[in-house]
């Protein structure tokens, strides 16, 4: 038997892209998001929700992950936002090599604020750097106050933690309180809004904390 | 499987319906080995070893199957995933201390702090290859 020595990183062409894109973004002044969550917590909803009240001052565009159609981004150009789909065929998430092509679509030279919404998943897409200054994971209070115990990776590598669909809280078994203990347990850096897009409840203090990065472009 | 699918999956034919990314990174297992080791040689590949940490947001079982397929077809049709888990251990900033995490609770079980290093259980690596020799040729 030989033995050949490898230690070698399997995503290590992941991480490369990925770091490109980041010295890109940093070069630019551009402030990345990366959206996680599973499907139907709302991603898109507050996206619009947020070009609505920041597009008089900050300079946003989108790039849509999604297994299959084109239907969030057409949601995304209603608000003339700047918008590239892309359609991952089956993959489960997004990869730094997909942004990369996507970003050559778009005319960053004016853009402050971009936002990659990733494919609706809790667990694949926390492995995966895009080169995104942060990532922003959405739990809706449908889903239950337990879910970031039970995906703790995508809570752990996660900097902000937008609690969707608060107004439902009366009529579904969440608890507020467990489900915030239970995020910062996992990650106690965690900077955690509630919010409610049907109702507009605390979208305004979360848009606020964007403006700033946008702003200042970290 | 009674409905053909109509959509054009990005993978191997088999996996079709199997739409998990441990099947994309048991092929970026299979592009580093192959990368590593010269093609002539790939018939010899016995052992794969592989770190994954517990914290990597990949499942074992899974990759392991994933792999098996392709590699069953491949070019290195008797090379075999041999999985190392590690555990997820943290540093405690405060108090310096380091500790394995049984459950996956963020707070230093010595004193009680939340400013956590993350030091083990994140890795996604290829460690080594082993292979079979011809006639005492070395590598």
């Given at each position: 038997m030989s033995i050949v020595t490898i230690e070698r990183k399997v995503l290590e062409k992941n991480d490369q892209i990925a770091e490109r894109n980041r010295r890109f973004f940093r070069d630019r002044g551009i402030f990345v998001l990366n959206l996680v969550s599973s499907p139907g917590a709302g991603k898109t909803s507050i996206l619009e929700k947020t070009f609505e009240r920041l597009r008089d001052d900050c300079r946003m565009a989108v790039i849509e992950g999604d297994v299959q159609t084109d239907l969030d981004a057409q949601r995304v150009a209603e608000y003339q936002v700047p918008v590239v789909q892309i359609v991952t065929m089956g993959g489960c998430h997004l990869e730094a090599g997909l942004v990369a092509d996507a970003m050559g679509k778009l005319d960053l030279d004016s853009v402050d604020l971009l936002f990659i919404e990733n494919v609706g998943n809790l667990v694949c897409p926390s492995g995966y750097d895009l080169g995104e200054a942060l990532k922003v994971v959405v739990l809706s209070t449908t889903e239950g106050d337990d879910k970031p115990l039970k995906y703790p990776a995508m809570f752990r590598n996660a900097s902000v933690l937008l609690i969707n669909k608060t107004d439902l809280i009366p009529y579904v078994n969440c608890r507020l309180d467990v489900l915030r203990g239970n995020a910062l347990k996992i990650n106690p850096d965690l900077r955690v809004f509630e919010i409610s897009c049907s109702t507009g409840a605390g979208i305004d203090a979360w848009c606020e904390w964007l403006r700033g990065k946008g702003a200042s472009g970290q | 499987m009674k409905n053909e699918a109509k959509t054009q999956y990005l993978c191997h034919p088999r996996l079709r319906f199997v739409i998990m990314h441990e099947l994309g990174i048991a092929q970026n297992i299979m592009e580093i080995v192959r990368q590593s080791v010269p093609e002539g040689l790939a018939r010899d590949i016995r052992k794969i070893r592989v770190r994954v940490g517990q914290f990597a947001g990949v499942v074992p079982d899974s990759l392991d199957f994933c792999f098996g397929v392709m590699a069953g077809e491949?070019?290195?049709?008797r090379a075999a995933l041999l999985i190392e888990e590690v555990p997820t251990a943290c540093r405690c900033r405060g108090c310096g201390r380091e500790f394995e995490m049984e459950e996956l609770v963020f707070l230093c079980p010595h004193c009680g702090g939340t400013d956590l290093e993350v030091i083990s259980g994140k890795e996604l690596e290829v460690v080594d290859i082993e292979l079979v020799d011809h006639g005492g040729e070395a590598l």
């Amino acid at each position: 038997m030989s033995i050949v020595t490898i230690e070698r990183k399997v995503l290590e062409k992941n991480d490369q892209i990925a770091e490109r894109n980041r010295r890109f973004f940093r070069d630019r002044g551009i402030f990345v998001l990366n959206l996680v969550s599973s499907p139907g917590a709302g991603k898109t909803s507050i996206l619009e929700k947020t070009f609505e009240r920041l597009r008089d001052d900050c300079r946003m565009a989108v790039i849509e992950g999604d297994v299959q159609t084109d239907l969030d981004a057409q949601r995304v150009a209603e608000y003339q936002v700047p918008v590239v789909q892309i359609v991952t065929m089956g993959g489960c998430h997004l990869e730094a090599g997909l942004v990369a092509d996507a970003m050559g679509k778009l005319d960053l030279d004016s853009v402050d604020l971009l936002f990659i919404e990733n494919v609706g998943n809790l667990v694949c897409p926390s492995g995966y750097d895009l080169g995104e200054a942060l990532k922003v994971v959405v739990l809706s209070t449908t889903e239950g106050d337990d879910k970031p115990l039970k995906y703790p990776a995508m809570f752990r590598n996660a900097s902000v933690l937008l609690i969707n669909k608060t107004d439902l809280i009366p009529y579904v078994n969440c608890r507020l309180d467990v489900l915030r203990g239970n995020a910062l347990k996992i990650n106690p850096d965690l900077r955690v809004f509630e919010i409610s897009c049907s109702t507009g409840a605390g979208i305004d203090a979360w848009c606020e904390w964007l403006r700033g990065k946008g702003a200042s472009g970290q | 499987m009674k409905n053909e699918a109509k959509t054009q999956y990005l993978c191997h034919p088999r996996l079709r319906f199997v739409i998990m990314h441990e099947l994309g990174i048991a092929q970026n297992i299979m592009e580093i080995v192959r990368q590593s080791v010269p093609e002539g040689l790939a018939r010899d590949i016995r052992k794969i070893r592989v770190r994954v940490g517990q914290f990597a947001g990949v499942v074992p079982d899974s990759l392991d199957f994933c792999f098996g397929v392709m590699a069953g077809e491949s070019e290195m049709p008797r090379a075999a995933l041999l999985i190392e888990e590690v555990p997820t251990a943290c540093r405690c900033r405060g108090c310096g201390r380091e500790f394995e995490m049984e459950e996956l609770v963020f707070l230093c079980p010595h004193c009680g702090g939340t400013d956590l290093e993350v030091i083990s259980g994140k890795e996604l690596e290829v460690v080594d290859i082993e292979l079979v020799d011809h006639g005492g040729e070395a590598l």
